[in-house]
């Protein structure tokens, strides 16, 4: 699907991308002023888009409960300490109540720059895909994922998929579980991006992991 990003305005976007996996369907959502004003920060958009889609019958493994991402107005403003972080939004695996957690690495601010203030997803692919945003080519698509568990290789994998389609390492960042997740109800979400200025190997530049590990969503 292609798409326009839109400039920035006051640390909005405006823009809400939502995404059904059972479906393969993706959407474009405005963001109201009166969402803007009520329900401020990564952590009020997320409970609020949790509401309105989910009722009294919905269950943390109902393909209608979404899991949520979304950085809040100050999300990737470099003058901040912090600003790169992201919430994730769901009802809990673990608890079975809306669940909260946040994030460190780049996706967060990516996500911004991209032009959402939040990226919903619901429902449950047939088989394990990846949503893939290219803002530079304001193209958004879900493609089939490595068929790998073992959380440290399909890192590698992702990172070499991503880079034989034309993506330069740091413009990589994604999200991923590993097989715990399916086994527990506290499994972590992982946020892998490449961090320019990490020593490795004599030289600068290697990926890194950040964990949403509160409250289960990685399950």
Do not use: W
């Not at 059904?20 to 474009?28: A, M, N, P, Q, Y």
């Not at 990926?207 to 590990?213: D, E, I, L, M």
């Amino acid at each position: 699907m292609k798409y326009t990003k839109t400039p920035l305005n006051h640390g909005y976007a405006n823009q809400i991308l939502s995404i059904d996996l059972g479906k393969s369907t993706i959407d474009i959502e405005p963001l109201t002023q009166e969402i803007r004003d009520f329900f401020i920060g990564g952590r009020g958009m997320g409970l609020y888009l949790l509401h309105r889609r989910i009722t009294a019958a919905t269950t943390a493994y109902s393909p209608d409960n979404p899991l949520i991402f979304a950085p809040g107005p100050l999300g990737g403003i470099p003058q901040f300490p912090g600003t790169s972080k992201c919430m994730a939004v769901s009802l809990s695996p673990l608890t079975h109540i809306p669940g909260v957690s946040n994030f460190g690495g780049y996706f967060g601010a990516y996500l911004k720059y991209a032009g959402f203030d939040a990226l919903e997803i619901t429902g449950i692919a047939e088989k394990n895909v990846m949503i893939v945003i290219d803002s530079f080519r304001g193209d958004i698509s879900i493609i089939d994922a490595p068929a790998i568990d073992q959380v440290f290789n399909l890192e590698h994998a992702i990172i070499e998929q991503l880079m034989q389609a034309g993506h330069e390492k740091k413009n990589i960042v994604f999200l991923t579980t590993g097989v715990g997740a399916s086994t527990t109800n506290y499994g972590c979400i992982n946020s892998h991006y490449f961090d320019v200025a990490k020593p490795a190997h004599g030289t600068k530049g290697l990926f890194r992991t950040k964990q949403a590990g509160r409250t289960g969503l990685g399950s």
